[in-house]
């Protein structure tokens, strides 16, 4: 009886240790069912670079790195995470021609008012409403 027991214990000890690494397999599994892998990959890119964009907050919150090296290398990520997130629309095929996105913000203007600024990094227009440029991210003033 007591062997019994022991076994029950020890079967249900070893799914508790190894349920999560299970459940983990069966969710990468239906992520990258029916996806390329080109995108899957571009996904795990995405994860990853979320994960460092994350990492490097705390650790300029934690005041392990400078301001300096944090705007630095905080740019440089957001640099990778606007080209990684366009490389995965166009994976997806969600890719919207740029004609089209300008023809929208055209028509957002003058439903608006108007009341458009232009952006001090790129130039590009931006609706008076907005605080940061919907082409290249940069915060606007005022």
Partial sequence: MSSLLFWIIAAAT????FWPFWRRRVALEGVTNGVSSRLADLLAQRDNLLAAIKDIEFDYEMGKISKEDFEQIREQYRRQAIDLFKRIDAARGQSIPRQKLETELQLLRQQRGGGSRF???CGAPAPATHRFCSHCGEKLSG
């Avoid at 070893?14 to 240790?17: G, K, N, P, Q």
Wanted: charge should be neutral; include cysteine; charged fraction near 0%.
């Fill in 14 to 17: 070893l799914v508790f240790i």
């Fill in 119 to 121: 952006c001090p990094a």
